[in-house]
């Protein structure tokens, strides 16, 4: 069987496997905490799963190698026409433009929808991140003494 990534919409039966993948990841990476899901179960995960699949505002895209979850990209809506925007890449994985395919699908996706603007919450000294988000068109719109909040017209 050759390896191959795949990225996909997240579904109700990923609910597991992304509970796995965030654990691992938050043990990796000082920029992504765990502690507010820790007490999530399979169940619950399936569930804000199947809503995130269902709703037009919200999307879950993950990245998946060798049928295990490496990766995802989070748009969750706060108001009507913007959505938070947040990636996450195993990091075993970093480096090989996985990040850019998550963002590049979730800003495809926020085009065909009804959203308006995605804005992101980034750590200063993730300057590796702000790149990449610059990249893709993302300005700084106000900073905190460590972070940058910083935002996309879609």
Same mark, same amino acid.
């Given at each position: ?7 996909r919409?997240?579904?109700?039966q /990923? ?9 691992k990841a938050?043990?990796q ?5 765990f /502690?507010?899901?820790k007490?999530?179960t ?5 569930i804000?799963l ?5 709703s ?7 990245a998946?190698f ?14 009507d026409?913007k959505?938070e925007?947040g990636?996450v890449?195993?990091?075993e994985f ?6 850019s395919? $998550?963002l ?27 790149? $990449? ?5 993302f %300005? %700084?719109?106000?900073? %905190?003494?460590? %972070? ?7």
């Amino acid at each position: 069987m050759s390896e191959e990534l795949k990225l996909r919409e997240a579904i109700p039966q /990923d609910a597991e496997s992304l509970l796995i993948f965030l654990k691992k990841a938050s043990q990796q990476s000082d920029f992504i905490s765990f /502690d507010d899901m820790k007490d999530v179960t399979v169940a619950d995960e399936s569930i804000a799963l199947d809503a995130i699949y269902q709703s037009k505002y919200n999307e879950l895209i993950v990245a998946v190698f060798d049928d295990q979850i490496i990766g995802y990209c989070r748009l969750e809506n706060g108001d009507d026409d913007k959505a938070e925007f947040g990636v996450v890449v195993d990091k075993e994985f970093w480096n090989n433009g996985i990040a850019s395919y $998550l963002l590049e699908d979730a800003l495809d996706w926020a085009v065909d929808s009804p959203l308006k603007e995605v804005f992101l919450e980034v750590y200063k000294n993730n300057t590796v991140a702000i790149h $990449l988000y610059q990249k893709y068109g993302f %300005t %700084t719109e106000s900073e %905190t003494e460590k %972070t940058l909040i910083m935002k996309k017209m879609v």
